[in-house]
């Protein structure tokens, strides 16, 4: 079975630009997460979809982090206008749902110059 | 809101030994506690998880016991082995959503 699918794996942007990330679930999973780790951290969470409804946002930067999941399959994340703070690599989860084992991307690894 | 604290920070053994990793929430609706492992590049990868309703679960070298009282948890790896070299997270759930992990473990395991 296929799993999660995120691109790019790289990404170095300078501050006040515009990115964007892409998410592809795994098949049939109906909740989609987006975490945000920085070096040295734990995950955090800053968004879960449940099919493309939101589910939490509250830890989500809303002032300049916006995501979508459009047809409840693929997502993005986007983060306009990007701050040195946000460089980290931003993982992509899914579930079959929110109670079910999460399976993680490789990961998107921001560096903002 | 929930707070998960991890300890150690970085854990060193030797190859054959037992590590201990421990964890303590504050939310006592969290009923959900899973492990993670994470490698070098990976995204984290769930090894082991425990609801609210058990004390205890073992998977062949792992294991976690929950102390819903006290609030805490703790992962057990026995006969560790060079592989198990990586960062450990826990984390706590409340329902199907609120995921909090800790800080993470970086487990050393010297051949």
């Known amino acids: 079975e296929a799993g999660v699918a995120q691109s790019p794996r790289y990404k170095i942007i300078e501050k006040r630009q515009s990115v964007a990330f892409w998410c592809n679930p795994i098949s049939g999973h109906a909740t989609l997460y987006w975490y945000q780790q920085i070096l040295g951290q734990g995950p955090k969470l800053l968004i879960q979809?449940?099919?493309?409804?939101?589910?939490?946002d509250s830890q989500l930067p809303k002032d300049r982090f916006s995501a979508e999941r459009l047809k409840g399959v693929d997502s993005t994340l986007k983060i306009q206008p990007a701050k040195l703070e946000d460089s980290a690599v931003y993982l992509c989860?899914?579930?079959?749902?929110?109670?079910?084992?999460?399976?993680f991307g490789q990961g998107t690894r921001l560096t903002v110059v | 809101g929930e707070n998960v604290e991890q300890h150690p920070s970085t854990l060193s053994v030797q190859e054959g030994d037992s590590a201990v990793i421990k964890c303590t929430y504050s939310d006592s609706a969290s009923n959900y506690f899973p492990w993670y492992k994470q490698e070098l590049g990976k995204g984290p990868q769930l090894i082991i998880d425990?609801?609210?309703?058990?004390g205890e679960k073992k998977d062949q070298r792992i294991a976690v016991t929950l102390n819903k009282t006290a609030k805490h948890f703790s992962l057990h790896i026995t006969e560790t082995q060079p592989e198990d070299s990586a960062v450990y997270f826990c984390?706590?759930?409340?329902?199907?959503?609120?995921?909090?992990f800790g800080a993470g473990t970086r487990l050393f395991v010297k051949a």
């Open positions: 979809f449940q099919n493309n409804g939101v589910v939490d």
């Open positions: 989860a899914s579930s079959l749902d929110g109670d079910t084992e999460a399976f």
């Open positions: 425990i609801r609210s309703n058990v």
């Open positions: 984390a706590a759930e409340r329902g199907s959503f609120k995921t909090i």
